[in-house]
């Protein structure tokens, strides 16, 4: 699969488990980003890496975690989550970390369909 | 609070009719707007990107811009069954290069 993936597509999990999120893009960004879509409600930002950089944190409770060892991959490390955080999880990535211009398009990754339960 | 706002829908058209998706954005001094098509079960794919009071064609895509109303649209022309899908628009926040605002999408489905 080229592109931008993500494993696993779906993920059932207690409010007590630790699990990981992995997104693996193969078009040489420069930039990657986590956001979250829930039913009835907007697709939101939570995290953009730059370079491997953290540069947004848009108020995320802690129990998201997210790890960028490299500009290929990106994690969304996920304990003791809420019912509410189920959610469908997108992993996207840029070019570079400005999408200002329509050619530095987010390329969307096929989500992780999250449920807690 | 930055707000995006589009009609839930769904909006249904015939096949090779227009379909007009509307959106309005509360910030007036967004530059950047964005249209996204995404199929159930799907993620969302970029196809039109406007920064310019007026219209911008792609295609069989048409967006149009009024910063002065704050209102971006996004026509269809010659709709097919294939443009069934949920349109998000979204709006470029003010002072941010990469820090998207969406609205929650319109369901558009074409019928044949």
């Known amino acids: 699969e080229t592109g931008v993936t993500q494993t696993p597509r779906h993920l059932v999990m207690g409010m007590t488990n630790k699990k990981s999120l992995k997104c693996e893009q193969h078009?040489?960004?420069?930039?990657m980003y986590w956001y979250k879509q829930s039913a009835k409600k907007p697709l939101e930002l939570m995290f953009v890496?730059?370079?491997?950089?953290?540069?947004e944190n848009n108020s995320v409770p802690s129990r998201f975690s997210p790890e960028c060892p490299n500009s290929s991959h990106l994690f969304l490390h996920l304990h003791t989550l809420q019912p509410e955080d189920s959610a469908l999880y997108l992993c996207?990535?840029?070019?570079?970390?400005?999408?200002?211009?329509?050619?530095?398009?987010?390329?969307f990754g096929p989500g992780t369909r999250l449920t807690v339960l | 609070q930055k707000e995006v706002e589009q009609n839930s829908g769904p909006l249904s058209v015939p096949e090779g009719a227009i379909a007009s998706l509307n959106c309005t954005y509360s910030?007036?001094?967004?530059?950047?707007f964005f249209w996204y098509r995404q199929y159930s079960g799907k993620s969302p794919e970029l196809i039109m990107f406007i920064y310019s009071n007026g219209d911008k064609e792609d295609g069989r895509f048409t967006a149009q811009l009024n910063k002065a109303s704050q209102y971006v649209s996004l026509l269809i022309r010659d709709s097919q069954p294939s443009d069934s899908a949920t349109y998000l628009c979204?709006?470029?926040?003010?002072?941010?290069?990469?820090?998207?605002?969406f609205g929650k999408g319109t369901l558009l489905t074409v019928n044949p």
């Open positions: 996207a990535s840029s070019p570079r970390g400005s999408i200002t211009s329509g050619r530095d398009t987010q390329y």
């Open positions: 910030d007036r001094g967004s530059q950047s």
């Open positions: 890496y730059s370079l491997e950089e953290r540069v």
């Open positions: 979204a709006v470029l926040d003010r002072g941010s290069n990469y820090k998207l605002t």
């Open positions: 078009l040489g960004h420069n930039a």
